[in-house]
T-cell receptor, first 110, second 119 residues
Framework: RKEVEQDPGPFNVPEGATVAFNCTYS??????FFWYRQDCRKEPKLLMS???SGNEDGRFTAQLNRASQYISLLIRDSKLSDSATYLC???????????FGAGTRLFVKA | GAVVSQHPSRVICKSGTSVKIECRSL??????MFWYRQFPKQSLMLMAT?????????EQGVEKDKFLINHASLTLSTLTVTSAHPEDSSFYIC???????????????FGDGTRLSIL
Protein backbone atom coordinates (compact mmCIF):
# COMPACT_ATOMS: atom_id res chain seq x y z
CA ARG A 1 0.00 0.00 0.00
CA LYS A 2 1.32 3.44 -0.88
CA GLU A 3 1.99 5.86 1.94
CA VAL A 4 -0.12 8.53 0.28
CA GLU A 5 -2.85 7.52 -2.12
CA GLN A 6 -4.87 9.62 -4.50
CA ASP A 7 -7.38 8.82 -7.20
CA PRO A 8 -5.42 9.60 -10.38
CA GLY A 9 -8.56 10.64 -12.23
CA PRO A 10 -8.89 12.28 -14.59
CA PHE A 11 -11.82 14.28 -13.38
CA ASN A 12 -13.58 15.94 -16.30
CA VAL A 13 -15.97 18.65 -15.16
CA PRO A 14 -17.75 21.58 -16.78
CA GLU A 15 -17.02 25.15 -15.85
CA GLY A 16 -18.84 26.18 -12.72
CA ALA A 17 -18.96 22.69 -11.28
CA THR A 18 -17.90 21.75 -7.78
CA VAL A 19 -15.31 19.00 -7.59
CA ALA A 20 -13.75 17.24 -4.62
CA PHE A 21 -10.58 15.21 -4.29
CA ASN A 22 -9.62 12.92 -1.47
CA CYS A 23 -6.25 11.68 -0.36
CA THR A 24 -5.50 9.00 2.21
CA TYR A 25 -2.30 8.51 4.17
CA SER A 26 -1.14 5.45 6.02
CA UNK A 27 1.20 6.79 8.70
CA UNK A 28 -0.54 8.20 11.73
CA UNK A 29 2.67 10.03 12.66
CA UNK A 30 2.04 12.41 9.80
CA UNK A 31 2.30 15.96 11.00
CA UNK A 32 1.65 18.43 8.24
CA PHE A 33 -0.47 18.33 5.14
CA PHE A 34 -0.58 20.38 1.98
CA TRP A 35 -2.13 20.51 -1.44
CA TYR A 36 0.08 21.45 -4.36
CA ARG A 37 -0.93 22.18 -7.91
CA GLN A 38 1.21 21.14 -10.87
CA ASP A 39 0.58 22.33 -14.38
CA CYS A 40 1.77 20.27 -17.32
CA ARG A 41 5.56 20.38 -17.66
CA LYS A 42 5.86 22.80 -14.75
CA GLU A 43 7.03 22.59 -11.16
CA PRO A 44 4.56 22.00 -8.30
CA LYS A 45 3.27 25.11 -6.61
CA LEU A 46 1.90 25.25 -3.10
CA LEU A 47 -1.87 25.68 -3.19
CA MET A 48 -2.76 25.59 0.48
CA SER A 49 -2.07 24.05 3.85
CA UNK A 50 -4.56 21.64 5.40
CA UNK A 51 -5.74 21.80 8.99
CA UNK A 52 -8.18 19.82 11.09
CA SER A 53 -10.20 22.98 11.50
CA GLY A 54 -10.38 23.38 7.76
CA ASN A 55 -8.78 25.95 5.53
CA GLU A 56 -10.63 28.05 2.98
CA ASP A 57 -9.06 30.24 0.33
CA GLY A 58 -11.58 31.69 -2.09
CA ARG A 59 -13.07 28.84 -4.08
CA PHE A 60 -10.79 26.28 -2.48
CA THR A 61 -11.46 24.46 0.79
CA ALA A 62 -9.14 21.91 2.34
CA GLN A 63 -9.99 19.63 5.22
CA LEU A 64 -8.11 17.14 7.34
CA ASN A 65 -9.67 14.15 9.08
CA ARG A 66 -7.02 12.67 11.37
CA ALA A 67 -9.25 9.89 12.68
CA SER A 68 -9.83 8.53 9.21
CA GLN A 69 -6.43 9.64 7.90
CA TYR A 70 -7.57 11.48 4.86
CA ILE A 71 -7.48 14.98 3.52
CA SER A 72 -9.75 16.58 1.00
CA LEU A 73 -9.76 19.45 -1.43
CA LEU A 74 -12.98 21.05 -2.63
CA ILE A 75 -13.04 23.39 -5.60
CA ARG A 76 -16.19 25.42 -6.14
CA ASP A 77 -17.23 27.20 -9.31
CA SER A 78 -14.49 25.53 -11.36
CA LYS A 79 -12.63 27.65 -13.89
CA LEU A 80 -10.83 26.54 -17.02
CA SER A 81 -7.62 27.68 -15.35
CA ASP A 82 -8.14 25.15 -12.56
CA SER A 83 -7.17 22.38 -14.97
CA ALA A 84 -4.04 20.84 -13.51
CA THR A 85 -2.77 17.96 -11.43
CA TYR A 86 -3.38 18.31 -7.71
CA LEU A 87 -0.82 16.73 -5.42
CA CYS A 88 -1.49 15.68 -1.87
CA UNK A 89 1.58 16.12 0.34
CA UNK A 90 2.22 14.71 3.79
CA UNK A 91 5.13 15.51 6.09
CA UNK A 92 6.05 13.06 8.83
CA UNK A 93 6.99 14.09 12.31
CA UNK A 94 10.60 13.87 13.35
CA UNK A 95 12.25 12.71 10.18
CA UNK A 96 10.74 15.58 8.23
CA UNK A 97 10.14 13.11 5.44
CA UNK A 98 7.88 14.53 2.77
CA UNK A 99 5.67 12.19 0.81
CA PHE A 100 3.91 13.23 -2.39
CA GLY A 101 0.83 11.57 -3.72
CA ALA A 102 0.83 10.64 -7.38
CA GLY A 103 -1.65 13.42 -8.10
CA THR A 104 -5.20 13.77 -9.34
CA ARG A 105 -5.71 15.21 -12.79
CA LEU A 106 -8.49 17.71 -13.30
CA PHE A 107 -9.81 18.93 -16.63
CA VAL A 108 -12.31 21.76 -16.57
CA LYS A 109 -14.14 22.20 -19.87
CA ALA A 110 -16.11 25.08 -21.26
CA GLY B 1 8.86 35.30 -0.51
CA ALA B 2 10.34 31.80 -0.52
CA VAL B 3 11.69 31.84 -4.05
CA VAL B 4 13.77 28.98 -5.37
CA SER B 5 15.69 29.44 -8.58
CA GLN B 6 16.81 26.51 -10.69
CA HIS B 7 19.15 26.71 -13.63
CA PRO B 8 19.27 25.79 -16.44
CA SER B 9 15.63 25.29 -17.36
CA ARG B 10 16.39 23.23 -20.43
CA VAL B 11 19.37 21.13 -21.46
CA ILE B 12 19.86 19.13 -24.62
CA CYS B 13 23.15 17.31 -24.94
CA LYS B 14 24.87 14.27 -26.30
CA SER B 15 25.12 10.96 -24.53
CA GLY B 16 28.15 10.79 -22.26
CA THR B 17 28.03 14.44 -21.28
CA SER B 18 27.91 15.47 -17.63
CA VAL B 19 25.26 18.04 -16.76
CA LYS B 20 25.21 20.29 -13.72
CA ILE B 21 21.96 21.73 -12.39
CA GLU B 22 21.92 24.51 -9.81
CA CYS B 23 19.27 25.16 -7.20
CA ARG B 24 19.32 28.40 -5.23
CA SER B 25 17.12 29.72 -2.47
CA LEU B 26 16.92 33.42 -3.20
CA UNK B 27 15.36 34.97 -0.15
CA UNK B 28 15.86 32.41 2.57
CA UNK B 29 18.46 29.99 3.82
CA UNK B 30 17.93 26.30 3.30
CA UNK B 31 19.75 23.75 5.42
CA UNK B 32 18.04 21.06 3.41
CA MET B 33 17.24 20.87 -0.27
CA PHE B 34 15.58 18.06 -2.14
CA TRP B 35 16.09 16.72 -5.64
CA TYR B 36 13.25 15.06 -7.51
CA ARG B 37 12.85 13.47 -10.89
CA GLN B 38 9.61 13.23 -12.80
CA PHE B 39 9.01 11.20 -15.94
CA PRO B 40 6.09 12.11 -18.22
CA LYS B 41 2.69 11.50 -16.66
CA GLN B 42 4.28 10.08 -13.54
CA SER B 43 4.57 11.38 -10.01
CA LEU B 44 7.50 13.16 -8.44
CA MET B 45 10.16 10.76 -7.25
CA LEU B 46 12.53 11.89 -4.53
CA MET B 47 16.10 11.17 -5.56
CA ALA B 48 18.06 12.57 -2.67
CA THR B 49 18.08 14.96 0.23
CA UNK B 50 20.86 17.49 0.15
CA UNK B 51 22.22 18.64 3.47
CA UNK B 52 24.38 21.73 3.78
CA UNK B 53 27.90 20.85 4.80
CA UNK B 54 27.42 17.09 4.76
CA UNK B 55 26.81 14.21 2.42
CA UNK B 56 23.52 13.86 0.63
CA UNK B 57 21.11 11.11 1.54
CA UNK B 58 20.06 9.10 -1.49
CA GLU B 59 16.85 7.18 -1.93
CA GLN B 60 16.96 3.50 -2.64
CA GLY B 61 17.82 2.75 -6.24
CA VAL B 62 19.46 6.11 -6.93
CA GLU B 63 23.15 5.83 -7.79
CA LYS B 64 25.14 8.34 -5.79
CA ASP B 65 28.09 8.10 -8.16
CA LYS B 66 25.79 8.86 -11.06
CA PHE B 67 23.98 11.76 -9.47
CA LEU B 68 26.49 13.87 -7.60
CA ILE B 69 25.06 16.34 -5.12
CA ASN B 70 26.91 19.21 -3.53
CA HIS B 71 25.36 21.55 -0.99
CA ALA B 72 28.19 23.94 -0.31
CA SER B 73 26.21 26.81 1.16
CA LEU B 74 22.88 27.55 2.77
CA THR B 75 21.52 28.89 -0.50
CA LEU B 76 22.97 26.60 -3.16
CA SER B 77 22.77 22.92 -4.00
CA THR B 78 23.96 21.37 -7.25
CA LEU B 79 23.08 18.11 -8.93
CA THR B 80 25.48 16.75 -11.51
CA VAL B 81 24.28 13.98 -13.78
CA THR B 82 27.51 12.29 -14.76
CA SER B 83 27.95 10.63 -18.14
CA ALA B 84 24.29 11.12 -18.95
CA HIS B 85 22.50 8.65 -21.19
CA PRO B 86 19.11 8.83 -22.93
CA GLU B 87 17.42 7.01 -20.05
CA ASP B 88 18.43 9.92 -17.80
CA SER B 89 16.23 12.23 -19.83
CA SER B 90 13.65 13.57 -17.43
CA PHE B 91 12.32 16.61 -15.59
CA TYR B 92 14.54 17.33 -12.59
CA ILE B 93 13.13 19.56 -9.86
CA CYS B 94 14.72 20.86 -6.71
CA UNK B 95 12.98 22.15 -3.64
CA UNK B 96 14.04 23.79 -0.44
CA UNK B 97 12.68 24.34 3.02
CA UNK B 98 13.42 27.43 5.07
CA UNK B 99 15.95 26.62 7.78
CA UNK B 100 13.79 28.56 10.23
CA UNK B 101 11.32 25.70 9.98
CA UNK B 102 12.61 24.17 13.22
CA UNK B 103 10.24 21.22 13.22
CA UNK B 104 10.42 20.54 9.51
CA UNK B 105 6.70 20.95 9.10
CA UNK B 106 6.73 23.80 6.64
CA UNK B 107 6.06 23.27 2.95
CA UNK B 108 8.78 22.94 0.41
CA UNK B 109 9.23 25.53 -2.28
CA PHE B 110 10.13 24.31 -5.72
CA GLY B 111 12.44 25.54 -8.40
CA ASP B 112 11.17 25.86 -11.95
CA GLY B 113 12.64 22.52 -12.91
CA THR B 114 15.18 21.46 -15.52
CA ARG B 115 14.11 19.52 -18.55
CA LEU B 116 17.02 17.29 -19.51
CA SER B 117 17.12 15.64 -22.91
CA ILE B 118 20.00 13.32 -23.74
CA LEU B 119 20.40 12.48 -27.40
Amino acid sequence: RKEVEQDPGPFNVPEGATVAFNCTYSNSASQSFFWYRQDCRKEPKLLMSVYSSGNEDGRFTAQLNRASQYISLLIRDSKLSDSATYLCVVIYTGGFKTIFGAGTRLFVKA
Amino acid sequence: GAVVSQHPSRVICKSGTSVKIECRSLDFQATTMFWYRQFPKQSLMLMATSNEGSKATYEQGVEKDKFLINHASLTLSTLTVTSAHPEDSSFYICSARDRRSSEGNQPQHFGDGTRLSIL
